[in-house]
């Protein structure tokens, strides 16, 4: 019955790819599986031997440090309950993680059992790893799912000031800023929650100085790698671009503060201007009937200044947009009505631009909208329309599709070139830049941001000779 149970004992463990070897409480060897001697490149006769010095003694000559082996074996010996862990060096460039633990029968301990794992490939691997992250002008760290620091290349010395291998084990997000470590958290955690997934994020990094250098890392889950079995970060130093985009960040808010305050304060003598216009026409002194040279000159005037008044509302609306306050008072409008009402102010100006003008608009079509807002978009695709194709024919459309309004503006001028498609619809953008062609390029950027906060999307159909359409798309109310 023993020879049977010690065959299937053998039998099982010959099965394992570790080194097994059970030693008893008088340091004889009791039992080993196939691997351990192939692991050690043992002869057969001395595994057999049962004689566990004999086995050091050999096992001791392929050794990078014996002395250190064989001290901790000796070190084990003396305290028979304790357990181990570690990495053995081989002359020959192998390495064997070893771990060992008391060989307890019904409590009580009979001797111990070592295993032996050959990780050399692995060594290897980690060896290249570390080389080649150590060329690497950004910081390399493997971080472990508890946030612990397991590598950290030699640009973070240079950075930070911190020793890489004294860095080991350290907690990284102990080292980030207070203001920023919550960010960085939530972005490991959803980085965590998803096997192969990539992140980027920004804090400050406390250096060995206590000072802070400001950071951008990319970080990319590979715990399921076996190669790897951490958190990838890249990482690297963003103190002159934060100070760059810091400057350019302030430029832009006195820019928009300039312009926001400017606009305000032209509004107020511009409608006293405009007033003051519209009380002449209605006075005694210039003709009625609008076809005296006073009347013309005011209409004129007046047409000045209602261009320069929508200009102030356009440079109102981007700082607006640009600070998240572009209000929009949504009504339930019937939107077929408002292009036709707002379309015949217009009609003039078609005809000085030689568009011919065709209009197909659905009646009855509601959409809750905020009304002057819609009337800034229609403004500025009718002033495009002109502006880019005078003398072609301009087509308006309003139909119902799927649950939405679609609205069209469709010139049979030369379109947009290719390259321009998409830049149209950014800030300080314009289709051509030609003197003929005036305009700061805000129209289009402000008029989309109008109708996505309506729920809505603005889009160019266009081919380019062919002419283009501006198609607004809002859901019905």
Not at 36 to 49: C, D, K, Q, Y
Not at 70 to 85: C, G, K, T
Not at 108 to 134: H, M, N, P, T, Y
Not at 336 to 353: K, M, P
């Amino acid at each position: 019955m023993k020879m049977d149970e010690m065959a299937l004992l053998h039998a099982v463990f010959d099965t394992i790819s570790d080194g097994i070897l059970l030693v008893d409480r008088e340091d004889r060897v009791i039992f080993s599986n196939r691997r351990f001697g192939e692991l050690w490149r043992i002869p057969a006769e001395v595994v057999s031997s049962d004689d566990d010095r004999l086995l050091l003694g050999f096992i001791s000559d392929q050794l990078l440090y014996p002395e250190a082996f064989i001290a901790r074996v000796n070190e084990l010996y003396q305290d028979p309950i304790s357990e181990s862990f570690d990495e053995i060096a081989f002359k020959d460039g192998r390495f064997f993680e070893r771990s060992s633990k008391p060989l307890l029968i019904d409590g009580s301990w009979q001797g111990r059992i070592w295993s032996f794992r050959d990780v050399s490939s692995e060594r290897q691997g980690k060896v290249l790893f570390s080389a080649v992250a150590d060329l690497s002008p950004d910081i390399i760290s493997l971080i472990s799912t508890e946030g612990n620091l397991t590598f950290n290349s030699r640009a973070g010395e240079r950075i930070h000031g911190y020793d890489p291998e004294k860095i080991i084990g350290k907690n990284a997000f102990d080292l980030i800023h207070p203001d920023e470590r919550p960010d960085v958290e939530a972005v490991m955690s959803r980085l965590l929650a998803s096997d192969d997934s990539l992140a980027r994020v920004r804090y400050r990094y406390r250096n060995k100085d206590q000072t802070y250098s400001w950071m951008e890392a990319t970080a990319v889950n590979l715990l399921k790698n076996p190669l790897v079995r951490s958190l990838v970060v890249i990482s690297r130093e963003i103190g002159q671009q934060k100070e760059l985009e810091d400057s350019l960040n302030q430029a832009l808010k006195l820019r928009d503060d300039f312009i926001s305050i400017t606009s305000h304060e032209l509004k107020t003598p511009l409608t006293s201007i405009k007033l003051q216009l519209q009380m002449l026409l209605r006075s005694s002194d210039v003709p009625t009937g609008g076809t005296g040279a006073k009347h013309q000159n005011i209409d004129n005037l007046l047409d000045q200044v209602n261009a320069l008044q929508r200009l102030i509302d356009d440079l109102l609306s981007v700082t607006r947009i640009r600070t998240g306050k572009l209000d929009i008072d949504r009504q339930r409008e019937d939107l077929g009505q408002l292009i036709l009402t707002h379309l015949r102010s217009y009609e003039s100006l078609f005809r000085e631009a030689q568009c011919e003008l065709s209009v197909d608009v659905s009646a009855e079509t509601y959409v809750s909208c905020d009304r002057y807002r819609i009337e800034q978009v229609l403004h500025n695709l009718y002033t495009n329309a002109m502006k880019y194709s005078p003398g072609c024919r301009v087509e308006i459309h309003l139909t119902k599709v799927d649950g939405s309004a679609v609205f069209s503006v469709i010139d049979h001028g030369p379109g947009v070139p290719g390259d321009k498609q998409e830049s149209i619809f950014k800030l300080f953008e314009r289709g051509a830049h030609t003197p003929s062609i005036r305009g700061l390029g805000i129209g289009l950027f402000i008029s989309r941001t109008i109708i996505e906060e309506h729920h809505g999307f603005l889009a160019l159909e266009n081919t380019p000779g062919s002419g283009a359409t501006f198609k607004v798309i809002l859901p019905l109310a």
